[in-house]
């Protein structure tokens, strides 16, 4: 086949897939919009920001970048958290809020912090993911029942649904649970636009049931105009208020899509570019913001189904938006018509990938980071979307200083003929070297465990049986130290020098040896007494430099 020929297959296939998602992407919008408590059109004008935005400066063939799940739950938090005011008040704040998420994902861009999202650990992030979509789930079930709680938060709302069982809309329930079956069945026919299809069926038989007579609600009138681009009037506090919820927005957002985007691109070989896609997320939000409509991201789920429906390049986000305009003047005033317990199925069947507990599993086979992922699910329940985030991240940092403290410090010693430097504690074969003590940290030395890993280092060097002479530290998991860390060595070097003993400090990375060199200048610099030698080279080369020998090339 020849290159032009492929070519125009590959734009074939592009509009095809397009074509094929629109039908998913639209009812998503309207559907994402209501978990926001905002109107269908903010949800709509998203798509249209993050279609364009990312296909013209994105990098990711297969990246669809519109409202999502998780961006649509963690705004209702965050705007829950503001005072209240008039609608139109509130419509300002919340575009300030995501005109200020998208000026956070251009700073980084500018930065260049592709990596921010090491921020977050993988646990944390999962069972975030996890707890979410059950929060998702929960918060449709009172337009499905047909029966509204006092309280919104998780546990109050369940306890309030099961005290009004007796209210409950059965017309709601069973339409909800028909079209959630129908969505689930449809999914195995990847090309056909299954949300599209369930839609138009809720349609039909809203119209031939006469839902709103038996107590299920519709959407209701959708209009969608395209003002011209406004910055939203607030006062300072405000502005300062929406931007420490930006940051953590972003946070998310950001972990979301570039999750997202990478798990594609190592599927299929492509080249990932973080700081390209900060450029193209922060100009979608920037976008999205001015015209009043949420916060976008790349959603897993859209991603998952453009790479499915046969995409090749970021041309069928583009023919997506062509096809949602189009839709969009001309059937609009069907989507009115919608009712909600089927828009409720479209939510919850987009979420439910991300119930499979199969992303967890990992961390209890493995036996690591269970506390985190459970943490995570619960801090979300109970605590909220935001709240819950912060504070199992907050336990994530923790646990790992916890960790990182805990002075961990191993005895060396040859192993055989060979130069290799072994634990004592592993390798019983191991030899410890006649008048000399070896020890290596095992984790980054740092203000929290520095005064006491070299404590404990003193304890063994008192402690060793038999003339001693000559004393190797090796530092090769600290790749810079701090203050702290500083001190506790220049004390650790004192008292090796009080008790006539040759010290090496071995294994140091470049800035760990800049700094240690000022800080031990007096002591480098002295004529009398043992040797202070600081080295870059191993801990088998310490040892035949403090013997009087030259390391080998």
């Known amino acids: 086949m020849s290159a032009s020929a492929a070519t125009q297959m590959n734009r074939w296939q592009d509009a095809s897939a397009g074509l094929s998602i629109a039908g998913l992407l639209l009812p998503e919008a309207v559907a994402y919009a209501s978990i926001g408590n905002l109107a269908p059109q903010a949800g709509i004008l998203a798509l249209f920001a993050g279609l364009l935005c990312y296909g013209v400066l994105g990098t990711s063939r297969f990246a669809i970048v519109s409202a999502t799940s998780s961006s649509a739950a963690v705004l209702a938090a965050a705007m829950a958290s503001m005072l209240g005011g008039t609608a139109g008040h509130r419509l ?52 499905v029942l047909g029966v509204q709680p006092a309280h919104g938060d998780v546990p109050h709302l369940l306890a309030g649904l099961l005290a009004g069982a007796g209210q409950w809309n059965g017309s709601g329930a069973g339409l909800c649970a028909a079209a959630l079956l129908s969505l689930f069945l449809l999914r195995r026919l990847q090309r056909w636009p299954a949300g599209l299809i369930v839609i138009a069926l809720g349609i039909a038989a809203g119209q031939w049931l006469d839902l709103p007579r038996h107590g299920v609600a519709l959407v209701g009138a959708i209009d969608v105009r395209l003002a011209m681009p406004v910055l939203p009037r607030l006062t300072q506090e405000e502005w300062t208020r929406l931007a420490e919820l930006a940051f953590a927005l972003a946070l998310i957002l950001y972990a979301e899509s570039y999750g997202a985007i990478r798990s594609f691109a190592l599927k299929h070989g492509d080249a990932v570019a973080p700081e390209r896609d900060l450029l193209a997320l922060g100009a979608a939000n920037v976008v999205a913001g001015l015209f009043q409509a949420m916060p976008v991201g790349a959603g897993y789920s859209a991603t998952s189904a453009n790479e499915a429906a046969g995409a090749t390049s970021r041309l069928a986000g583009l023919v997506a938006a062509a096809v949602v305009g189009v839709i969009v003047l001309t059937l609009l005033p069907l989507v009115a018509l919608i009712p909600v317990p089927v828009l409720a199925a479209v939510v919850i069947h987009a979420v439910s990938h991300t119930l499979n507990p199969v992303s967890l599993r990992p961390y209890f086979t493995w036996r690591r980071d269970r506390l985190l992922v459970l943490a995570a699910i619960a801090g979300v329940l109970l605590f909220g979307v935001l709240d819950g985030l912060l504070a199992a991240i907050a336990m994530s ?146 040892v035949r430099l403090l013997g009087g020998a030259a390391p080998e090339k």
């Not at 002075?407 to 130069?419: A, E, K, M």
């Not at 294994?507 to 002591?523: H, I, T, Y």
């Open 397 to 542: 940092l923790l646990l790992m200083l916890r960790r990182l403290s805990r002075p961990g410090l191993s005895v060396l010693g040859r192993l055989g003929d060979s130069h290799d430097y072994v634990k004592l504690a592993l390798y019983p074969a191991a030899r410890a070297q006649p008048d000399t003590l070896i020890l290596r940290l095992d984790e980054p030395l740092f203000f929290v465990n520095a005064e006491r890993s070299l404590h404990l280092a003193r304890t063994l060097l008192e402690e060793r049986a038999g003339p001693l002479r000559k004393v190797i530290l090796s530092l090769e998991e600290s790749p810079d130290l701090d203050g702290s860390s500083v001190e506790a060595l220049r004390d650790f070097a004192a008292f090796a020098r009080q008790r006539g003993l040759a010290l090496a400090l071995a294994r140091l990375k470049e800035p760990a040896c800049a700094v240690l060199q000022l800080a031990l200048r007096d002591m480098l610099a002295a004529e009398a007494g043992p040797a202070l030698l600081l080295s870059e080279l191993s801990v088998a080369e310490a």
């Open 92 to 143: 300002m704040l919340m575009a300030g809020l995501v005109i200020l998420t998208g000026a956070f994902f251009l700073l980084a861009w500018l930065a260049r912090l592709g990596s921010i999202t090491e921020f977050i650990a993988k646990p944390v992030l999962r069972g975030f993911s996890f707890g979410l979509a059950i929060v998702i789930i929960v918060k449709q079930l009172p337009g």
